[in-house]
């Protein structure tokens, strides 16, 4: 059924006729959104809506007003990388919705289904980590950025308590250690974050990466983004083991493409922050408010549970090094 609060907010938009009923199709959105494509006679657009309680069996609730900073986030991005982000349409922050273009998967598609399918080129990765690292670099010691995506709030609520402060309820002999890293982030303001660099969240275009889904928009720390990313290869090693070589291959050259770019500090810090973290966020994908969905069995979560667990006691200085050590203890 289609939500006559959407249908008002697209008709005083101007996106749709005054009269028109468009067909609407429900798109996944992951936890946090509602997400539809609206077909028009000219052509299909796409409509995102932020929920206030996300859907996740643990109870997890965020302000909607994300849904702006997110908008807000490809405009950004549009000034540094135009062909980096789809096209805002149009924005209704009372209603706390927007538009954007309807991005066709058969042109762009899902980086994780190409990942999942085994279609995993250190190309597509390597591009990856280039565009981030050029977000990072052109938004890096902006005041004017700063002041725009000062939403301290709003990270914590869906990155930093969900992720490692909740993480530590199933871990805490490790609370200590994932208060630090919970800290650590908070205080590094370095640049613009994206929150959520997910293979999900990346679409394979034609002229390079498209990033969705920037609800957790902040100005901060860059070794979030990298090591957020740079998790989810890693994880699909055990999911799809066969293609493990190659996702260890597409984590490297993701990683020296981006750290190509870095030069806004010191990159030996950078990486050793988001070494660092990746014990972290590699736990909460198992025992945090939002676990990977494709890991399931228990054997597998405790291969991940062992490894960040190892990495958050002593953890690596280095990104190859944070590789080696989840090698070594994932092995069968």
Known sequence: MIDPEILRSLRSLGVIGPNEVPAFRPLEGGVSSDIWRVDRPDGSICVKRALARLRTEKEWHAPVSRNASEADWIRTVA????????????????????????????????????????????????????????????????????RRFANDGIFHAIR?????????????????????????????????????????????????????????????????????????????????????????????????????????????RLEARAAALLGGLMLARIDGASPVEYLTAEPDRDRVRRAARRALRDPPETLAGFCRLFRSETAP
């Open 160 to 268: 930093i308590e969900p992720y490692l402060l909740r993480t530590a309820e199933s871990h805490p002999d490790l609370g200590d250690a994932l208060a630090g890293l919970a800290e650590t982030t908070a205080a590094a303001r370095k640049t613009l974050v994206h929150g959520d660099v997910s293979p999900k969240n990346i679409l394979a275009g034609p002229r390079g990466p498209v990033f969705l889904d920037a609800e957790c928009a902040w100005y901060g720390d860059p070794a979030f983004d990298i090591g957020f990313c740079l998790n989810h290869l890693l994880l699909k090693c055990i999911w799809r083991p066969q293609f493990a070589d190659a996702y260890v291959e597409a984590f490297a050259a993701l990683a020296a493409a981006y750290f190509g770019h870095v030069d806004w500090e010191s990159p030996s």
């Open 79 to 146: 000034g540094i990388l135009p062909d980096a982000v789809p096209r805002l349409i149009a924005e209704d922050q009372e209603r706390g919705l927007f538009v954007m273009e309807y991005l066709d998967p058969d042109v762009h598609p899902v980086w994780k289904a190409q990942l999942r399918d085994g279609v995993i080129s250190t190309d597509t990765a390597a591009l990856v980590g280039a565009a981030l690292g050029t977000i990072h670099a052109a938004a890096a010691g902006s005041d004017r950025i700063a």
